[in-house]
């Protein structure tokens, strides 16, 4: 069965930095590029990067370019997210999804206090 | 940036009756599409992918067309447990792009 599971969600103070993990079983970790896409309070959905199913390649929205960086450790199956100079607007459900986002996780709520 | 539009945005329905929910991209994808539902609290599930192919588990009810710019999620028998949101997703090109969401209210 295919699993996702994300943690590291919290409140933080804007400017501040925040880990995400999203901790994967069920399948092939390597064989597949992974996601993160976020959802604010009461919004719709957006995506926000993806990894290679290597680490070899990443791809970012414009709006987290140059703050937030994903990374992928295969040795564990686990997919990160690391945000750091954190804004109000970053403040969301962030979920990790699969390949052609098939399978997400449950979901970690950031929040980030002006 | 390739933008998803979505038609209606909410609408009131009754059990049985035929749901049509519409999906249009500001350029062709192709069938590089995914329709997704969403219910309070939770994650998104798959319910169709490459435009028209139905995910594994999910009921025959759901069907998706479309090609090019203009898709379509049909809901052929509306049941309590569909109340929900839904939403389509461009994945031909990236940034990868969502709808805004349509509301079906049971």
């Known amino acids: 069965e295919v699993q996702l599971v994300e943690s590291g969600g919290g409140l933080v103070q804007s400017g501040g930095s925040l880990t995400l993990s999203c901790a994967t079983s069920?399948?092939?970790?390597?064989?597949?590029?992974m996601h993160w896409v976020r959802q604010a309070p009461g919004k719709g959905l957006v995506w926000v990067t993806r990894?290679?199913?290597?680490?070899?390649?990443?791809v970012y929205a414009d709006s987290v370019k140059g703050r937030f960086t994903i990374s992928r450790d295969i040795a564990t199956n686990t997919v990160y997210l690391q945000m750091n100079s954190l804004r109000a607007d970053d403040t969301a459900v962030y979920y990790c999804?699969?390949?052609?986002?098939?399978?997400w996780g449950q979901g970690t709520l950031v929040t980030v206090s002006s | 940036d390739i933008q998803m539009t979505q038609s209606p945005s909410s609408l009131s329905t009754s059990v049985g009756d035929r749901v049509t929910i519409t999906c249009r991209a500001s350029?062709?994808?192709?069938?590089?599409l995914g329709w997704y539902q969403q219910k309070p609290g939770k994650a998104p599930k798959r319910l169709i992918y490459?435009?028209?192919s139905l995910q594994s588990g999910v009921p025959s009810r759901f069907s998706g067309s479309g090609s090019g710019t203009e898709f379509t999620l049909t809901i052929s028998s509306l049941q309590p447990e569909d109340f929900a949101t839904y939403f389509c997703?461009?994945?031909?090109?990236?940034?990868?792009?969502f709808g805004p969401g349509t509301k079906v209210d049971i």
């Open positions: 999804a699969r390949g052609y986002l098939d399978y």
């Open positions: 990894i290679d199913g290597d680490g070899s390649g990443t």
């Open positions: 350029q062709g994808i192709r069938n590089d």
């Open positions: 069920g399948f092939t970790f390597s064989s597949y590029w």
């Open positions: 997703l461009q994945y031909n090109s990236y940034p990868f792009t």
């Open positions: 490459a435009a028209s």
